[in-house]
């Protein structure tokens, strides 16, 4: 994949976060790894999800080195974790954070986000997902505690702040990101009106 390729990828899953209303303002991220050239593209800091353009999206080595960033902007702030998790992780392709609010709602309150209120839940999250405890942004700390948990999971909420995805492709991340909001409403919704019921965690 060229390098343009990769960060129309990038802008396209992008674009579609407000739309999912996973993000406000120019909040979350979205990377996506070229497998052939360990080459890594994430949207940058601060440019408005409504105006970005593929050549906004900054390309970098997996060291962290810039490959190709416009003049003026800088790669996402969360862009140790993200090059964390691919340094760990060489099968995964792409990584989404976002602020979702339901994600976060239930993070504030439960130790874990209940995957089970529905099949596809468990099928693009297969089990729960971990929420671990409050970490300052953009820090080689929060790398270090969330890469870890995506050992054996594709989703991890921080508290207080919002989710990671991982997927072998972007697309999946994002599939996986609303289908982490989408159960946590679920949830939210159920448990005002009494105990929700959830299927198992290997249903299909
Ligand atoms: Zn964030």
């Known amino acids: ?88 992780y060489e099968q995964i392709g792409g990584i989404i954070h976002t602020h979702a609010k339901y994600v976060n709602t239930i993070g504030c309150v439960f130790d874990e986000i209940p995957c089970g209120t529905t099949p596809t839940g468990v099928r693009l999250l297969k089990q729960n997902v971990p929420v671990i405890d409050f970490i300052n942004n953009g820090t080689q700390e929060m790398a270090d505690r969330v890469a870890p948990v995506l050992a054996d999971h594709v989703a991890v909420e921080i508290r207080n702040h919002g989710p990671f995805t991982i997927g072998e492709t972007v697309q999946l991340a994002l599939e996986r990101a609303v289908a982490l909001e989408d159960t946590s409403e679920i949830f939210f919704q159920a448990s005002l009106l009494g105990t929700p019921s959830l299927i198992g965690e290997t249903a299909t």
């Open 1 to 88: 994949m060229d390098i343009q390729e990769l960060r129309q990828q990038v802008l396209d899953i992008c674009k579609k976060l407000p739309l999912f209303g996973l993000v406000t303002g120019t909040a979350g991220n979205v990377s996506a790894r070229d497998q052939d050239t360990g080459l890594v593209a994430i949207k940058p800091s601060g440019v408005p999800y409504e105006s970005m353009v593929p050549e906004d999206i900054v390309v970098l080595r997996l060291d962290g080195s810039i490959v190709e960033c416009r003049g003026g902007l800088k790669s996402s702030f969360e862009t140790p974790t993200h090059l964390e998790i691919y340094r760990r």
